[in-house]
């Protein structure tokens, strides 16, 4: 995740490839775990419920 956080501070882009659908999957949902708390951590309210899955 720091090289993601590198990517984000600099505002850049960057691009994942796998040939596994599954880890595509997690990798996608790690990301966007990751950018939720980023972008709420500054806040006590975070709308992703911490029952989901």
């Known amino acids: ?3 993601l956080e590198n990517i984000l501070d600099n505002d850049e882009k960057a691009i994942i490839f796998t040939q596994y659908v599954r880890m ?3 990798l996608k949902e790690l990301i966007e775990n990751h950018l939720m ?3 709420y ?4 309210h975070c709308p992703v419920s911490k029952g989901k899955r």
């Open 37 to 39: 708390k980023r972008r």
């Open 41 to 44: 951590s500054s806040t006590d």
């Open 24 to 26: 595509g999957e997690i």
């Open 1 to 3: 995740m720091s090289m």
